[in-house]
């Protein structure tokens, strides 16, 4: 079982930066396909980011030119890098699996002030 722990989010204004980490406990870690996922008040869960374990990204549209997924299997650690951050970029962020597995870490809160 996959442990995952997110850190780095905070509170920035809008077109701040904030990188965000995950650690994961599993050594098998580098042959998973990762996500990023938010959940904005009221709102689903909606998937940000993806990596594949050979290292390549797709975005949700709305963060595509904005937001970088990047991994160190060296470290089990997924990051995502989020520039020119937005109000609507306000939610709870949480790593996980690709596709996800039905456990979810705490996350990490980003709120994004105007």
């Known amino acids: 079982q996959v442990q995952l722990v997110e850190s780095g989010g905070g509170l920035v204004q809008v077109g701040g930066s904030l990188k965000l980490s995950c650690a994961a406990s599993?050594?098998?870690?580098?042959?998973?396909?990762m996500g990023w996922y938010r959940q904005a008040p009221g709102k689903q869960r909606q998937l940000v980011a993806t990596?594949?374990?050979?290292?390549?990204?797709k975005y949700a549209d709305s963060v595509k030119g904005r937001f970088t997924i990047s991994r160190d299997n060296a470290k089990n650690t997924l990051y995502l890098q989020m520039n020119s951050l937005k109000p609507e970029d306000t939610a709870v962020y949480y790593c996980?699996?690709?596709?996800?597995?039905?456990?979810w870490g705490q996350g990490t809160q980003v709120t994004v002030s105007s």
């Open positions: 996980n699996k690709f596709p996800s597995l039905p456990s």
């Open positions: 599993a050594g098998m870690f580098r042959f998973y396909d």
């Open positions: 990596i594949t374990g050979d290292l390549s990204t």
